[in-house]
């Protein structure tokens, strides 16, 4: 008798893309013992057999990873020897009677990273290749009248998998479907490949299709001999994605007997609809086996009408030049490890697209079959990776591909990866192996797939040298700096794409992503390039966590800190700050101006707008602005220009109720672009500079006086400013008796975040030290006084211990506006290499609670790094995390019910969520690095053995 659970499952017959090809689920509840040694694999080894008995076996979900499951811990970048444990599954299931007659395929999606398989107790085969599908001709074997057993064992190392071994987890198991698939017995389609050319307008397209028919009829003549046979019908019908008929076509194919034949049909469409992931507009075609005028067998295939070429170095698609704005994405989610899910599929599409992401570069493998054909749908390009190693750096074995002895491996990893993706349009190229060296087996692999498939460009990441073989088609290479990408795509011959670039590093990384974009893709040859990396590579089990340190509140999570926490979201797809820099700087619609400037009275003002899509006119993108006067706003509205992909186009913004503007106020105006569903593209800022500015009104003049005793008191109107001459600093300020500043002292220092922490690989420095715990030393201290202005300078030196000292001239000068004038300059002798940030820390009293500040914002900010946050007033409550962080900023505020501070001139302002009473005044900050690589050299490095001072300057009002 069938199971009941062998029923429902047949039950979910699946009809794929509507038509009849029937395929059967073995998804579900499996048993499965862990093996964790050699020992115990042995005493499992019979395991497939139909008299094999066991109580080691339990019920687990397939598709899964058994260290997801909490069988054992997960595993970072391969096994540190040759053992490892082993997975032996086993599945019982039943087939209908009307299967009895059918051949009959067993499918598996992906077993990670040996499979070896039996059936009934007999051995169908095994498969070594951790990320690629494989099937097994199981026809007669299956019995339709009782209940059938499969039985897997799953190895983890086998003399190939260092082919799949990466930066990245190591995780066993059946993780992806595995299916049944009937079909005619005798005659069938075994496979249909389609491409599509253009004509040269790129107006009406030929859609090209190989369908092979296998067969296995047995011959009629004496002495084995092949009788004639009947001819029979191949019927090929393309569909619009409404079901309305485009093209049919029927063609007779002559008798063949025992052996297969491969039919070819061109299918000519007038004016298609154009595939690109701006317009991903899918065809439905079919394909009919007809036999005597009855199908017998239906394939069916999405269509997507484009076309690739590198012609002149150029990389196009449907002739039209194309930039890739790109990420790494490793196919695997914390809850689930690579089993992953069309939900989290879709998450992580709708995200991209939303971030203004187009490309997506399959680290380090094929991913799973519904991820890409949700790319078809929704409209992402793909380069697809071919698992051939990592094998420049010892990942883990960095001779393997001068081996010949792989050739195997490398050649079925190709084959297998080509032949099930060959049909998605969202495949703009194919990748071979990463960051790899060329050798023969590269070649080998090379040739295989361009012999199979000739309408794409194959590159090997990491590979940009000028004479690689023409098969070769794009240049790659990985986290060169801006100046080196914009020589490289200036002089390249063919096109040039960096599919690693950008390494996001904890959270506070990503440094130079713009500077990188721009140098690269403002050549024609730069066709673009993949941030590293999408998501953290997060991995949670229901096991405590023992080994790695908490990620965020879950303990049960592991990330490696140190490799796998790179993504622009986190493991569980929430956003960090990197996601909103990338948005930024990919956005295909911007302002090409950060300012502009008019006259009062003047109506309107003309803003250049840019359209970078490839294929979007701008006409589909509803501009909506306002107009602000400091935090207050004067004017908005929204409307719609033409612009053509690649074009600039001219917006007229109304500006006649800005009015008057004084010298100390900022104008600016906020575009937000938007897409026709209503996602936002980009918003950004462009600065109102008005001609003929007017002063202000009044300048108040107090009178000035000194007081010095063992302070120094500097008396202006209504505000005291106390000096200390034993420190050389500000002691405290106040206005009308009450002390709103309490100290102001010098600033070189801060706990090193993940991603300056890393800039230290390889540097010796015998112990970080805190260089803001230091000792005091007036050497100099001098005061001038004048009607004016009241002047004290003063040079301190401050030592932190023998090997970490610094020195910093200050010029305080106190006018009669009231306002204090600090410039300083500080000279460091320390056994950093650089310094993290340079300024003054200001020290407030309690009661002023808020911050303000006329800048960049929300987002941090960094000299290379700063496209996500935009110009305008922004705060919120001291220690929040409205205004924690690095901020570029023009003015600062702090202040509370009745009273304040404003700070000018300063470039950046650091606050701590530990210490809400501190604001850091900095002039300079650490360009941001990027796995722990340095800024390029344009950006500020903060730099502490040139000799040089680092000097700053920024005055203070009390109000």
């Given at each position: 008798m069938k199971s009941l659970i062998s029923i429902l499952a047949f039950l979910l017959l699946v009809n794929i893309q509507g038509f009849s090809q029937t395929l059967y689920s073995l998804n579900g509840t499996w048993q499965f013992a862990l093996a964790k040694t050699e020992k115990e694999a042995n005493h499992l080894a019979q395991f497939y057999s139909p008299q094999f008995v066991s109580n080691k076996f339990k019920l687990v979900p397939v598709p899964s990873n058994w260290a997801v499951l909490g069988f054992e811990e997960p595993v970072y970048r391969g096994f540190s020897n040759q053992e490892a444990s082993e997975g032996f599954y086993i599945r019982e299931f039943s087939i209908p009677e009307n299967w009895a007659d059918k051949r009959i395929l067993l499918h598996f999606g992906g077993v990670w990273s040996s499979a070896e398989v039996w059936l009934n107790g007999r051995c169908l085969g095994r498969h070594d290749s951790g990320y690629t599908s494989f099937s097994f001709d199981i026809t007669g074997l299956p019995s339709t009248k009782e209940t059938n057993k499969l039985a897997v064992r799953v190895r983890q190392i086998t003399r190939e998998y260092k082919c799949d071994v990466y930066d990245?987890?190591?995780?066993?198991?059946i993780y992806r479907d595995v299916t049944l698939e009937a079909m005619p017995r005798e005659r069938w389609l075994d496979y249909v490949n389609v491409q599509t050319v253009f004509d040269s307008q790129f107006k009406d397209a030929d859609l090209k299709i190989r369908a092979m028919v296998g067969d296995t009829h047995a011959t009629t003549l004496p002495g084995n001999y092949v009788s004639p046979g009947k001819p029979y019908d191949l019927l090929f019908t393309l569909f619009t994605k409404e079901g309305k008929e485009v093209v049919r076509r029927q063609i007779t194919v002559p008798a063949h007997i025992a052996t297969g034949r491969e039919a070819s049909l061109v299918l000519h469409v007038e004016n298609p609809h154009h595939w690109t992931a701006e317009t991903p507009y899918l065809y439905n075609l079919r394909v009919d086996l007809v036999e005597e005028g009855k199908i017998v067998h239906t394939r069916s295939e999405r269509v997507g009408f484009r076309q690739i070429s590198t012609e002149g170095g150029i990389f196009r698609i449907n002739g039209q030049a194309v930039k890739l704005r790109g990420v790494n994405r490793h196919d695997e989610h914390p809850n689930v490890g690579r089993a992953t899910t069309r939900e989290q599929w879709l998450q992580d599409l709708k995200l991209m697209k939303a971030a203004n992401i187009n490309y997506v570069r399959t680290a380090h493998y094929a991913p799973a079959k519904g991820?890409?054909?949700?790319?078809?749908?929704?409209?992402?390009?793909?380069?697809?990776?071919?698992?051939?190693?990592?094998?420049h750096r010892g990942i883990p074995d960095p001779y393997r591909m001068y081996d010949p002895s792989y050739s195997s491996a490398i050649l079925v990893r190709s084959y297998e990866t080509i032949m099930r993706d060959i049909n998605n349009p969202s495949i703009i190229y194919w990748s071979i192996g990463n960051e790899d060296p060329l050798t023969s087996l590269h070649m080998a692999s090379i040739k295989l797939v361009k012999a199979f498939d000739s309408s794409r460009p194959v590159l090997i990441p990491w590979r940009s040298e000028t004479w690689l073989p023409e098969e070769i088609d794009m240049l790659s290479a990985h986290y060169w700096q801006p100046q080196e990408y914009d020589l490289w795509a200036a002089q390249a011959g063919r096109p040039v794409i960096t599919t690693e670039y950008t390494h996001s590093n904890g959270t506070d990384g990503t440094g130079g992503l713009e500077a990188r974009w721009k140098a690269l893709t403002r050549h024609p040859s730069g066709a673009g390039g993949a941030i590293w990396m999408w998501a953290d590579q997060g991995i949670k089990t229901p096991i405590l966590n023992k080994i790695y340190e908490p990620y965020g509140n879950d303990e049960y999570l592991r990330v490696d800190r140190r490799r796998g926490w790179d993504g622009i979201v986190d493991s569980y797809r929430n956003i960090t700050r990197d996601y909103w820099e990338t948005k930024a700087v990919y956005a295909p619609v911007y302002p090409l101006i950060d300012k502009v400037s008019f006259i009062s009275g003047q109506d309107s003002v003309s803003i250049p707008i840019r359209n970078d899509f490839d294929f979007t006119n701008l006409n589909s993108i509803k501009i909506s602005w306002s107009v602000w006067k400091d935090g207050q706003n004067m004017d908005s509205g929204e409307g719609v220009i033409e612009g053509l992909p690649h074009t600039m186009s001219i917006f007229k913004l109304p500006i006649k109720k800005v009015g008057k503007v004084c010298s100390e106020e900022t104008c600016y105006v906020w575009f937000v672009f938007t897409r026709a569903d209503g996602t936002e593209i980009n918003r950004k800022a462009v600065e109102l500079e008005p001609s003929g500015v007017l002063k202000d009104m009044y300048s108040p003049v107090h009178r000035l006086t000194v007081i010095k005793d063992e302070q120094v008191v500097v008396q202006v109107g209504e505000a005291q400013y106390l000096f200390n001459p034993q420190t050389g600093h500000l002691a405290s300020a106040m206005l009308k008796g009450r002390k709103l500043i309490t100290d102001l002292y010098p600033t070189i220092w801060h706990k090193l975040d993940y991603?300056?922490?890393?800039?230290?690989?390889?540097?010796?420095?015998?112990?970080?030290?805190?260089?803001?715990?230091?000792?005091?030393?007036?050497?100099?201290?001098?005061?001038?006084?004048?009607?004016?202005?009241?002047?004290?300078q003063t040079k301190v030196e401050y030592t932190v211990d023998k090997k970490n000292h610094f020195s910093v001239a200050y010029n305080y000068s106190i006018a009669t506006d009231g306002k204090l004038y600090v410039r300083y300059e500080i000279l460091p002798e320390v056994e950093m290499p650089w310094l993290p940030i340079i300024g003054m820390s200001l020290k407030s009293s309690e009661e002023l609670t808020q911050i303000r500040w006329l800048g960049l914002g929300p987002y941090d900010a960094y000299p290379n790094k700063q496209s996500a946050p935009i110009l305008g007033v922004w705060g919120g409550v001291a220690g929040s995390k409205d205004v924690t962080g690095n901020k570029a900023t023009r003015w600062i505020e702090r202040f509370g019910k009745?009273?304040?501070?404003?700070?000018?001139?300063?470039?950046?302002?650091?606050?701590?969520?530990?210490?809400?009473?501190?604001?850091?005044?900095?002039?300079?900050?650490?360009?941001?690095?990027?796995?722990?690589?340095?800024?390029?050299?344009?950006?500020?490095?903060?730099?502490?053995?040139?000799?040089?001072?680092?000097?700053?300057e920024f005055s203070i009002a009390l109000y």
């Open positions: 990245d987890w190591t995780l066993g198991g991820f890409i054909e949700l790319c078809d749908e929704l409209g992402m390009y793909v380069g697809e990776e071919i698992s051939i190693g990592g094998g991603c300056e922490a890393a800039l230290l690989r390889g540097q010796k420095i015998s112990k970080l030290v805190d260089l803001n715990r230091y000792t005091t030393l007036v050497k100099e201290w001098n005061i001038e006084e004048s009607n004016s202005k009241i002047v004290i009745s009273s304040g501070i404003r700070i000018s001139g300063s470039g950046y302002m650091e606050h701590r969520e530990t210490t809400p009473e501190i604001v850091n005044i900095l002039s300079a900050v650490l360009g941001r690095p990027e796995g722990g690589r340095k800024a390029d050299e344009s950006v500020p490095q903060l730099r502490t053995d040139m000799g040089e001072k680092f000097i700053g």
